[in-house]
Nanobody
Framework: QVQLVESGGGLAQPGGSLRLSCAAS????????MAWHRQAPGKERLAVAV???????SYGPPVKGRFTISRDDVKKVVYLDMTSLKPDDTAVYYC???????WGQGTQVTVSS
């Protein structure tokens, strides 16, 4: 079955950086677009970044220019590099395969001084 396991979350200071990873298994990784979403307390889950198999990417407006999504099709891992972190980036971050409606369990990111 499809499994997505996120890691790399934690506490970061404003202006700092974190790298999230999502290890995928149970499906043919290389032929699917991958995405990251996030959900802050009391708010809806929103898309952060989408990486298509042709290499095209899209980012949500709040993170554009600060976050970068990438993938390693050999390792079957998708990454989210987050820089210039802000307190508003605090959320649970989820890995997602949009066309399979598959989600990971999420990893908490907290940005605070």
């Amino acid at each position: 079955q499809v499994q997505l396991v996120e890691s790399g979350g934690g506490l970061a200071q404003p202006g700092g950086s974190l790298r999230l990873s999502c290890a995928a298994s149970g499906f043919t990784f290389g032929i699917y677009a991958m995405a990251w979403h996030r959900q802050a307390p009391g708010k809806e889950r929103l898309a952060v970044a989408v990486l298509n198999v042709d290499g095209t990417v899209s980012y949500g407006p709040p993170v554009k220019g600060r976050f970068t999504i990438s993938r390693d099709d050999v390792k079957k891992v998708v990454y989210l590099d987050m820089t210039s972190l802000k307190p508003d980036d605090t959320a649970v971050y989820y890995c997602n395969v949009p066309s399979l409606h598959a989600w990971g369990q999420g990893t908490q990111v907290t940005v605070s001084s």
